[in-house]
């Protein structure tokens, strides 16, 4: 699904220029679940947002389903995207004063859906994600923790993306609303069978994926199986 080759990523320009990532190469097949791990600088979300087609290699090839999207412009990065990323931000992000289907719409408004279809499409990301009808009008900031959880399943999934990129999705959670989080990323994994990169600087959270990969100073220092992941939603039961 993700074969990168020889990425490199610098900013600045002359004397100022900066290299973040530094000839990094690795696949992903359909169905993995991965943590990218590194201390704070060491890459990661100029990684993520490379693998997320937010923004594009200085050198190197970047091959997402079979097509090159190293050099793509910023329109067919945006159908990309919306083809095939769903995206998972700190605390999912959920927009609050707005309606938890408005929240599950809005991936469609990037990905360009037409407007009259949207409502259709979010409701039923809603129904499947476990969440009925009488909710869709409350606010986000109005509904608990174990509902924010179904919106954010919804959201993830409404434009039907074979691939989910989470960055630092538990950073300011406490412990049991991070394992609440990572339970929905493995259910993801396990049950609707979507590809997860999950970016975290924690090896706590790392091990609840099936490989990890150790970034440091913008270079891949290992990338290994992770032999028995641990079970985020049998851990969140502990503290019920
Ligand atoms: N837009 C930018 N311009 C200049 N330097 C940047 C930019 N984005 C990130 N960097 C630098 O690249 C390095 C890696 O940053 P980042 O990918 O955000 O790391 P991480 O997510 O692991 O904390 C850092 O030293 C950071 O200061
Ligand atoms: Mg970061």
């Known amino acids: 699904m993700i074969e990168l080759e020889n990425i490199t990523k610098t ?16 696949s992903i097949k359909e169905g993995e679940f991965v943590a ?11 990684l993520m947002h490379i693998l997320g087609c937010l923004d594009t290699p200085t050198t190197g090839t970047y ?9 793509m412009t910023d329109n ?3 159908q990309i995207r919306g083809d095939n990323i769903g995206f998972v931000f700190q605390a999912f992000n959920l927009l609050p004063r707005t309606t938890v289907l408005r929240n599950v719409m809005l991936p469609l408004v990037y990905a360009r859906v037409p407007v009259h279809e949207r409502a259709d499409r979010a409701a039923q990301a809603l129904l499947s994600a476990g969440l009925t009808e009488e909710y869709f009008g409350h606010l986000s900031n109005q509904i608990s923790g174990g509902q924010i959880q179904r919106v954010a399943i919804a959201r993830a999934l409404v434009n039907d993306p074979a691939l989910i990129l989470a960055d630092e999705p538990t950073g300011n959670l406490d ?16 049950e609707y069978g979507r590809t997860i990169i999950l970016i975290t600087h924690e090896p ?3 091990e609840h994926a099936a490989r990890i990969i150790r970034l440091k100073d913008g270079t891949i220092i290992s990338d290994e199986k992770n032999a028995s992941p ?3 939603a049998r851990e969140a039961a502990l503290y019920a």
């Open 11 to 26: 900013y600045g320009l002359g004397a100022e220029i900066y290299t973040a990532l530094h000839a990094i190469s690795f």
């Open 36 to 46: 990218i791990m590194g201390p704070s600088g060491s890459g990661k979300s100029t």
């Open 63 to 71: 091959h997402l389903n079979g097509k090159d999207v190293s050099a």
């Open 76 to 78: 067919e990065l945006a």
């Open 175 to 190: 412990s049991k609303t991070s394992l609440i989080v990572l339970g929905t990323l493995q259910q993801l994994n396990r």
């Open 204 to 206: 706590d959270i790392a």
């Open 230 to 232: 641990r079970d985020a």
